[in-house]
């Protein structure tokens, strides 16, 4: 026969990033080696302050071992 398991499932996010913005402070940064994907950061970051209302900004940095995404207020 069968056996029930009671566990819950995980939660999975697919394919999609989640970006650690909320946790960001003044002067914090996320290091991404693929420019595509740093530009991609910085789009995401752009629409999270927007979609909460933030008087936030973030800035685009390149560097020798990648690209860095700065909150800079």
Do not use: C
């Amino acid at each position: 026969m069968f056996t029930l398991d009671r566990t819950p499932l995980p939660e999975i996010a697919g394919d999609r990033l989640q970006y650690p913005f909320s946790a960001m402070e003044i002067g914090d940064s996320l290091h991404i080696n693929d420019f595509r994907k740093a530009e991609s950061a910085r789009v995401s970051a752009i629409q999270y302050t927007k979609r909460h209302r933030l008087d936030w900004k973030f800035s685009m940095r390149k560097f020798r071992d990648g690209w860095r995404i700065f909150r800079i207020r």
